[in-house]
């Protein structure tokens, strides 16, 4: 036998445990089919406590079920104590079955009531729980009961005893069902003792009763835990249904109310608005009670965003949001409607006071300065109201006249609130009549041009005329152009207006010298058309008139609504040969910035600085200043408004060379235009005494300013 020394010994056990301390731990054992089986079988006799939504439907079901269990079990009963009355002893046939029918008797009446109590999850549990309490003591009840009567009577009544046990038995296990646990649980307390008692009698009748009964009751089993599993199944997935359709409605509600807000104000939006003013109207028309619609505009927005950028504007917004929803309360309801507007719908029976107060309110809450970066932005708004029922009956009728007091209200008196009066409604009505006029009048017939000189102050000549529009209504006599341009844009045909125009114009001045112009007024709707344009381009090259001979005149105003597509339409006209004007100058923060992108050929200066140029201080410095700003550029300067002597005299003065004006002339028809160049040239120093002497006896002393 083979030996190892002490060190040999000592490194291989060493080697061995050092093996052991490596090798992983084995894992925990898995639980047996056994254990798992008997689990699920324990599981089969417990209550839904950690469900309380199944177990209220369990219970629910077993309220309605229960009550017929009780009948069949009082029946039953009954009818087992009549056939043993004379042959059992009174325990049996008077005593203890008195106990049992009674307490079913209260049980079926708790039942029956309990189908219109609503419980708590806990008293639900409990009510279960009781009710498994008391089917172990009833099913144990009965079943001795009965087993005990078995011994007394003849074949026939133990033969009723059997199919008592038997059907009874039936009956309640499927009135428990939707309770799996009370089922099984009864399934037991019945059959075990039931199975047990005729087993042991030896009889071959009974036993095979007995087996009989063990396969239904087997049946029933099955039947009962698959019933039971289909319950809680449907049960669970009603429940699942049911959450999806609370997170669908959820969601439904969340993209409702994202689409009924403002996102940047947190503010109802213009949406929401005109859902909640048809919503007071309905109100208002049953209870006859008087609201206010309100639309408030920003004056100083559009300041704030030119100069600090729409960023800027956007935190603005946001702070004025702010300040109105601290105003929000029930009867006040404000929302913003887009950009710097914003709308409120004010419901009070003292309507008048109310709306006050609430331009009050407004006031003051927008007196503090916002805070845009680092600055303090001033600001103030504009509000037109319109009240229910004096300015509308229906929802668009308010908005309409509001929107009309608001904009009354910022053209007339910026800043103030407006209420829609009846004054207003006869303007409006006045305009519903122009509108339909407008839309409905001969163009050709009804629209003519007048004309009015633009004189060299050098030369005591034509340099051009000036093309006005002038409309003779045969329904409303004659409509300025103040008034019908303003028509023409409501009714977006100032394309067909000014296409007409023109062309009468270019008719009046291929009769001209070749050496006057003709001067013609473009807005911004003429400007912002590619269809217009291309119109205008089509009348001018079949006028038969030069386009250097034609000069197009825009305002600030009209650059101001998209300063890039009118660029590309003046430089368009610029490129045919047309000449380009910026007229109206002065009156707009922006001017040099136009002079410096526009391809410009001459400046008219407003009428606004020739007003007080006799009194002011400032005007003669500012026309200075325009004209020799025109004289570095190359540009051309015409002085508009000229209307007396001693302001033509400043302007000849300052070193004006073009003016423009009822001194001058005012607008004639076609038919006097060469009666207004023979005049002005006969006023021409050194003109003949003769002509000068007969154009005295037709013309105005007004009119003579040149000599």
Not at 204 to 223: D, E, H, Q, R
Not at 384 to 398: H, I, K, N
Not at 564 to 578: P, S
Request: charged fraction near 20%; hydrophobic fraction near 50%.
């Amino acid at each position: 036998m083979e030996t190892h020394t002490g060190w040999e010994r000592s490194g291989l056990t060493d080697r061995l445990d050092t093996a052991l301390r490596r090798r992983p731990a084995p894992p925990a054992a898995a639980p047996s089919r056994l254990q798992s089986w008997f689990a699920s079988v324990i599981g089969n006799f417990t209550l839904p406590s950690t469900d309380p939504e199944l177990a209220a439907s369990q219970l629910a079901a077993l309220a309605r079920q229960l009550p017929l269990l009780y009948v069949v079990l009082l029946v039953n009963g009954f009818s087992l104590v009549v056939t043993h009355l004379h042959k059992a002893p009174a325990l049996l046939v008077f005593f203890m079955p008195a106990v049992l029918l009674l307490v079913s008797v209260a049980r079926l009446i708790f039942w029956w009531q309990s189908l219109r109590l609503p419980l708590a999850p806990l008293q639900t549990l409990r009510r279960l729980r009781m009710m498994m309490v008391l089917t172990a003591l009833l099913g144990t009840a009965f079943t001795l009961w009965s087993l005990s009567l078995f011994p007394y009577g003849n074949v026939y009544d133990r033969c009723q005893v059997v199919f008592y046990m038997g059907l009874t038995a039936v009956n309640c296990i499927f009135c428990l069902m939707h309770v799996r646990a009370a089922a099984l649980m009864l399934t037991l307390i019945v059959m075990v003792p039931f199975s047990l008692f005729f087993l042991a009698t030896g009889n071959p009748v009974l036993i095979a009763i007995t087996l009989n009964m063990l396969s239904v009751a087997c049946g029933m089993v099955f039947m009962v835990l698959r019933n039971s599993r289909d319950f809680d199944a449907l049960i669970r997935s009603r429940r699942e249904l049911i959450n999806r359709q609370r997170e669908t409605q959820r969601l439904s509600d969340e993209n409702l109310r994202l689409a009924n807000l403002d996102s940047l104000s947190g503010l109802p939006n213009r949406r929401r608005f005109f859902q909640k003013l048809e919503e007071t109207m309905l109100l208002a028309e049953r209870a006859a009670r008087p609201f206010a619609v309100a639309l408030l505009d920003l004056d100083r927005f559009k300041t704030v965003n030119d100069i600090y950028g729409h960023a800027a504007g956007d935190r603005l917004l946001v702070q004025v949001g702010l300040r109105f929803k601290q105003i929000s309360r029930d009867g006040l309801f404000i929302a913003r409607l887009g950009g710097d507007e914003f709308g409120a719908i004010l419901v009070d029976d003292a309507i008048a006071g109310a709306v006050e107060c609430f331009g009050a309110q407004v006031r003051d809450l927008l007196e503090g300065p916002c805070v845009v970066g680092d600055r303090l932005a001033p600001i103030a708004c504009s509000i037109g109201v319109a009240l229910y029922p004096q300015a509308g009956t229906t929802a668009a009728e308010l908005f309409e006249r509001a929107d009309y007091a608001l904009y009354h209200g910022k053209q007339n008196r910026k800043g103030a609130m407006i209420v829609f009066s009846d004054e207003h409604e006869t303007v409006i009505r006045s305009m519903a009549r122009m509108d339909q006029a407008f839309r409905s009048a001969e163009m050709e017939t009804e629209f003519w041009v007048a004309f009015q000189p633009v004189v060299d102050l050098s030369t005591h000549s034509v340099l051009a005329f000036e093309a006005l529009a002038r409309w003779a209504s045969p329904e409303l006599g004659p409509i300025g152009p103040d008034v019908f341009i303003a028509v023409a844009e409501r009714a977006q045909m100032t394309g067909q207006l000014t296409t007409t125009l023109l062309r009468k114009a270019l008719a009046a001045a291929r009769l001209w010298p070749p050496e006057i112009g003709l001067c013609f007024n473009l807005s911004a709707q003429d400007l912002m058309s590619a269809e217009t344009m291309a119109a205008l381009h089509g009348v001018l090259q079949a006028s038969g008139v030069a386009p250097a001979r034609i000069e197009f005149e825009v305002t600030e105003t009209a650059l101001m609504q998209d300063f890039d597509q009118a660029a590309a339409a003046l430089d368009a006209l610029h490129g045919i040969g047309a000449r380009v004007s910026l007229d109206d100058f002065g009156t707009g923060f922006s001017s040099l910035g136009y002079v410096n992108r526009l391809p410009l050929d001459k400046i008219k200066i407003d009428r606004s600085f020739v007003t007080d140029i006799e009194r002011s201080r400032t005007a003669p410095g500012i026309i200075r200043a325009i004209i020799g700003l025109c004289d570095t550029l190359k540009l051309a300067c015409v002085v508009e408004g000229v209307e007396t002597q001693a302001q033509l005299d400043a302007l000849r003065a300052l070193g004006c060379r073009f003016v423009q004006g009822y001194l001058i002339s005012r607008p004639v028809p076609e038919d006097a235009i060469a009666q207004v160049i023979e005049r002005i040239a006969d006023a021409r120093p050194g003109a003949e005494p003769a002509r000068r002497a007969n154009d005295s006896a037709k013309i105005s002393p007004e009119r003579i300013f040149l000599s």
